[in-house]
């Protein structure tokens, strides 16, 4: 149910920019009022009006509106967080890992559903409004995780929107997974997931002939892993694009990680770019800093979505990560050295699918009238400070309803 019409107050929106020389030096603002309906914004006036429509009121006091953000690639299903510390145990190989991983299956599955609201609690207090997860499905689990995932996010029904990935994560051939995705994809799950093709499944072409083929059958989006180093990862992207062309699912298949591109010469990578570019083929990535890092900037330069995620919240698999994808965003402007005005506010799209207050020249292109009320008011002077600096949020708004902070 949506909240009764308000206004907020005293709400400070980038109005564009202060150019020196062709030069971006700093960016305007102004406070304005918002008036937000049945979920969305529906009016945007000057602070200087004065409004005695009898509406309430919601005072920004100057805080800056920024888009909420889409939290793209992270696994709620198996996590350590909201229990005692635990490092990582070393491996030899991902085989050992995966080892490990069964060992613990029984415990993270008696507490599915409390972990993920664990995370999830964590993540709307961050700014998330909408969250892709991957969730363990195979011979072994069944769909018992997916049973806690849809709880959980009964639970968050109102304070967040979800995507589920069927995601067989010992490899969808290595354990005859299929079945189990198909029953997944019937009961709740979103997408197909699959893993490193070549260096799991052992064979490129039925890996992702499978994967497609259950998309296609249950009118799916496809989530795909993909770990695997240099050309085999490069060969892979190739070979699913191929795919994804003669299936006709453009804008439809995700590639996680793409960590090969990251390998391979410029020219390759661009080359790869502008054919997923041009089939509407996504790359969702964590900004690795112990490896290669994929080129982001040219593949968004080329015209690839690329988003952001947190990938394993503390598991047996990483003892890191703080849930916050500001820190994911800060973290690619100093990875990729975005530190002018222009590119820091840009960075801010990677983890707010695609959402910026300014284009190039300085317009406003959010939020705008129709917009969807569905965003967070932070102690920043404009988006690039926010970015840079892992703005404080104060308040966070879902589809209008304040789900986190006090105006």
């Given at each position: ?32 009022d ?18 005695e ?48 991983d ?19 609690s ?55 997974a ?70 006709g699912?453009?804008?439809r ?46 593949l968004?330069?080329?015209g ?23 820190e ?80």
């Amino acid at each position: 149910m949506k909240a009764s019409p308000y206004w907020i107050i005293n709400a400070r929106l980038e109005s564009g920019y202060v150019w020196d020389q062709g030069v971006i030096r700093e960016t305007r603002t102004e406070l304005c009022d918002l008036l937000i309906e049945n979920g969305k914004i529906t009016r945007i006036e000057p602070s200087s009006e004065i409004l005695e429509d009898g509406i309430p009121k919601k005072d920004a006091k100057g805080l800056l509106i920024l888009p909420s953000m889409a939290e793209k690639h992270i696994h709620l299903e198996k996590t350590y967080y909201g229990g005692p510390w635990k490092a990582t145990t070393p491996v030899k190989n991902l085989f050992e890992r995966h080892a490990e991983d069964k060992g613990l299956l029984p415990m993270y599955l008696r507490q599915a559903q409390n972990g993920a609201e664990s995370i999830l609690s964590l993540l709307v207090q961050t700014g998330v409004t909408h969250v892709r997860t991957h969730c363990h499905v195979d011979p072994q689990v069944g769909l018992g995780f997916l049973e806690g995932m849809l709880k959980a996010f009964d639970t968050f029904a109102d304070r967040l929107s979800y995507e589920i990935v069927a995601f067989p994560h010992y490899g969808m051939l290595r354990t005859d997974a299929k079945s189990y995705v198909r029953e997944a994809l019937q009961n709740g799950a979103t997408h197909v997931g699959g893993v490193d093709p070549g260096g799991v499944d052992g064979d490129i072409e039925r890996s992702l002939a499978t994967m497609m083929e259950l998309a296609v059958e249950a009118d799916a989006d496809i989530d795909l892993h993909l770990h695997d180093p240099g050309h085999l990862g490069v060969f892979t992207i190739k070979r699913l694009a191929a795919m994804t062309e003669d299936a006709g699912w453009q804008g439809r298949v995700t590639v996680s990680h793409a960590l090969g591109l990251g390998d391979v010469s410029p020219q390759e990578a661009k080359e790869v770019a502008e054919r997923l570019a041009a089939l509407g083929i996504s790359i969702a990535s964590t900004v690795p800093i112990n490896r290669p890092t994929i080129p982001i900037p040219l593949l968004h330069e080329a015209g690839v979505a690329v988003m952001l995620g947190n990938d394993s919240l503390t598991d047996n698999w990483t003892p890191f990560g703080s849930g916050d994808l500001l820190e994911k965003a800060g973290r690619l402007a100093e990875r990729f050295r975005l530190t002018d005005e222009r590119r820091l506010g840009v960075a801010l799209g990677f983890v707010t699918e695609g959402r910026i207050p300014l284009d190039d020249a300085g317009n406003r292109i959010w939020p705008l009238i129709g917009d969807e009320a569905s965003l967070m008011a932070v102690e920043a002077s404009c988006s690039a400070e926010a970015v840079a600096r892992r703005a404080k949020r104060r308040v966070v708004l879902y589809q209008g309803t304040r789900v986190a902070g006090e105006w």
